[in-house]
């Protein structure tokens, strides 16, 4: 078993910026993918990126528009710290959403974090 804890979400302005870890632990060495999902009300949970243990991206296609989060968002990872990271700048209200860390073994089991919400409002 894998267990995801999440932080950093919270209130911030447009244009400000957070950044959301996400640590794992358990079967460490069964996990390969770790990223992060959001769910915004009344829509449903998408993929923002992530990234494997050997450090190859995929970022998903945020509602219709692949770029928009390109340039803002930033996905990395310490394997020693079997944490992964989202770096957000030049946040929009439309940011809005409860962020969900992933973890995907090799065996293809997914595991998720409780959710960390992040609020982009003046």
């Known amino acids: 078993q894998v267990q995801l804890v999440e932080s950093g979400g919270g209130l911030v302005q447009p244009g400000g910026s957070l950044r959301l870890s996400c640590a794992a632990s358990?079967?460490?060495?069964?996990?390969?993918?770790m990223g992060w999902y959001r769910q915004a009300p009344g829509k449903q949970r998408e993929l923002v990126a992530s990234?494997?243990?050997?450090?190859?991206?995929?970022?998903?296609?945020?509602?219709t528009d692949a770029d928009s989060v390109k340039g803002r968002f930033t996905i990395s990872r310490d394997n020693a710290k079997n944490t992964v990271y989202l770096q957000m700048n030049h946040l929009k209200p439309e940011d809005t959403a409860v962020y969900y860390c992933?973890?995907?073994?090799?065996?293809?089991?997914?595991?998720w974090g409780q959710g960390t919400q992040v609020t982009v409002s003046s």
């Open positions: 992933n973890a995907v073994s090799w065996l293809r089991t997914n595991y």
């Open positions: 358990g079967s460490i060495e069964s996990i390969n993918t």
């Open positions: 990234i494997t243990r050997g450090g190859i991206i995929t970022r998903g296609g945020i509602t």
